[in-house]
């Protein structure tokens, strides 16, 4: 069974702090990881994506991948009350079909 | 360009009925997908197809069946609605296969409840 986790949260930071969500996956075949912001009661929206280890930077939102360690994450700076949302981690490999987390709260305190 | 439209956006069913959930893409894509979301939980994956006249289970296939006979429509059909298929259903579509486009477009969702 091909699993994704993440933790559930929630995540709570300060306006203008760093927050770190994490990810782990069980398939070494997983090739593309992506994140998924999902405000309350709406559908989930793409934030970011990679397929190589490394960083991958995009405005205030970093992703980070580990192939090795089947990790990965993403940083966001200089966080805002907007960006309090639920994160959903997801994998895909050399099939058609993504795996998802069950995703973070992330809370954005004033 | 609408995207994904889902309807209807709620649906209240009494155990036994049956109905249709219905998904449209105006983006020509290939792939599509049906997932569930239950409160709390990730995007379970029910159905998918890469193309019209061809679908696949996905993780949670049982007591849902799917038809693609063309390429924008990907109705989800329930049988015998059960109070376990009470959840939030998304459609959602990508173009092919390359990695470069592998973003998955969202429908607004449709809220089932089964009582």
């Known amino acids: 069974q091909k699993e994704v986790e993440q933790n559930s949260g929630p995540l709570s930071v300060p306006e203008g702090a760093i927050a770190s969500l994490n990810c782990t996956y069980s398939d070494r075949g997983s090739q593309s990881f992506f994140w998924y912001r999902q405000y309350s009661g709406k559908s989930p929206e793409l934030i970011m994506f990679?397929?190589?280890?490394g960083d991958k930077e995009d405005g205030r939102f970093t992703a980070q991948l580990n192939k090795a360690s089947q990790y990965v994450s993403l940083l966001i700076r200089d966080s805002q009350p907007s960006d309090s949302a639920t994160y959903l981690c997801?994998?895909?490999?050399?099939?058609?079909?993504?795996?998802f987390g069950t995703g973070t709260r992330l809370q954005v305190f004033p | 360009n609408a995207g994904v439209t889902q309807t209807p956006k709620f649906r209240i069913l009494k155990i036994g009925q049956s109905m249709t959930l219905q998904c449209t893409q105006d983006m020509n894509h290939n792939y599509m997908y049906w997932y569930r979301q239950d409160p709390g939980m990730g995007l379970k994956l029910i159905y998918y197809s890469v193309g019209a006249g061809i679908t696949d289970k996905g993780e949670v296939p049982n007591g849902y069946n799917v038809s693609r006979s063309t390429t924008e429509d990907f109705p989800l059909r329930l049988e015998l609605a059960a109070p376990s298929q009470t959840s939030v259903y998304f459609c959602?579509?990508?173009?092919?296969?390359?990695?470069?486009?592998?973003?998955?477009?969202f429908g607004p969702g449709t809220r089932l409840t089964v009582t």
């Open positions: 990679i397929y190589s280890n």
């Open positions: 959602a579509s990508r173009r092919d296969q390359q990695a470069s486009s592998y973003e998955q477009y």
């Open positions: 997801a994998v895909g490999g050399v099939t058609d079909k993504l795996i």
